[in-house]
């Protein structure tokens, strides 16, 4: 069944209004009519069974029943990505949030070759928003202010446990990946070219342990998706625990 | 350093001649010059390091030495994958090559969209062999001829461990992956809108099982990638074993 991520704010139960670019879609994408149903989702990851029951400038919509589903991760990914250009950004993004993956931020790194189009970031979060709704994930990417490298410093201290994907890496994947139950982890992906050595020895010296990715080179757009499906199979889904 | 994947019929030892696109890519991309060294692989996976001693017509080289490496996954892992359209299977062959996936092979199902646009096999090679010489891989995957959906059958008589990867499966793959060790996995992926029913009941009465990829629904062109990372990890590199 069709999705959308609404805000609770929509929610006067027992009805629903959809609105904005949703309209759009389920009038003239999905060409829906009265009486049809779709999920919606809140961002408190409440999902809700709806009836539409008119569809002007809203679709308005009635609540069936609430559903109890969960379809997200058993850990929070977060990928650190040396800011690469739109197309690959799209690309990456829309399979990272289809993946599972908790939150992606761009960092300005020495090899990027592209800064960030912040005219763009409407764009990012809209196919974020259409790649979690296809998937069915109960919430939504998100898409982080993009961050200068040495801010990764201060996003160290979040996290427990932090890796760099270097293919100069010793340390193979399987042997530093935290055990089961880890709520959360952070990878840092370098921008095509990869990292600066410089780079390298400062993300060690704030506590980034270096993970080899196999022996084969990953372009930058690959690592991330290789390192979230990884993630998905090891640590799998929430309802599971 | 940059790799090119020749054929033995192109050494004369000490001697190896580089031809046909990869001159272009030589003088013209890398903007090589006499003196500098590459690496050329055969067919029989035997790596050398040449230096460039005449950029003409071909590119003349001299042998330095042969380079005792692998980079080729433990396992032998092959995508049966409906059509998309030619976009979607360039970025999946391209992705996949990089990961180490040894087949892809493109199945025409009830769902499929699409026609797999033979004329285009020349540049789907194209895309393979750059991908595999980017990601320094030690062989290249290969590009299946389409199948008839029926021809899984026939298929399926060459594999221990075969699976399709289905949104309702009930056994996650972690339950149902075989041993360490294995030699060869078959997986078939669906086209975009999946399986028709009569599909998934053939596909099961011919032995392949149904794996659950996660709670998460992911498009035609993502699972694969799921699928080869996740292989990735759990069998290993082969210089491992």
């Known amino acids: 069944m069709q999705r959308y991520f609404i805000l609770s704010s ?8 959809i609105q904005g670019d949703d309209v759009h ?5 999905m060409r829906m009519h009265i009486g049809d149903e779709v999920l919606c989702t809140d961002e408190t990851q ?13 679709v308005s919509t009635r609540i069936l029943e609430e559903i109890k589903e969960q379809t997200e991760l058993a850990i929070a990914i ?3 990505h040396g800011v690469v250009s739109r197309d690959k950004t799209e690309e990456v993004i829309r399979r990272l949030a289809e993946l599972g993956v908790s ?25 974020i928003k259409e790649a979690c709704e296809q998937s069915q994930r109960n919430t939504l990417m998100k898409f982080q202010n993009p961050l200068a490298f040495q801010e990764l410093e201060e996003v ?3 996290y427990t446990y932090k890796y760099v994907a270097h293919v100069d890496g010793s340390m193979p994947l399987k042997a530093i990946l935290p055990p089961l139950g880890t709520d959360k982890i952070l990878f840092v992906v370098g921008p095509e070219g990869g990292f600066d050595s410089k780079e390298l ?10 993970a080899h990715c196999g022996a084969r080179v990953l372009r930058t757009e690959t690592a991330p ?5 990884i993630c998905g199979y090891v640590y799998g889904d929430s309802h599971e625990n």
């Open 156 to 158: 160290a201290s979040c």
């Open 78 to 80: 977060t990928i650190a």
């Open 201 to 210: 020895e400062q993300l060690q010296s704030w506590g980034y342990r270096i």
């Open 46 to 58: 409440h999902t809700y069974r709806v009836q539409i029951e008119g569809i002007a400038g809203v």
């Open 25 to 29: 879609h389920i009038k003239n994408v």
């Open 103 to 127: 939150e992606y931020c761009p960092v300005a790194m020495k090899r990027s070759k592209f800064q960030l189009d912040v005219a763009k970031l409407d764009r990012f979060h809209k196919i």
């Open 10 to 17: 929509q929610i006067h139960s027992p009805f629903i209004t």
């Open 225 to 229: 998706l290789y390192l979230a499906s």
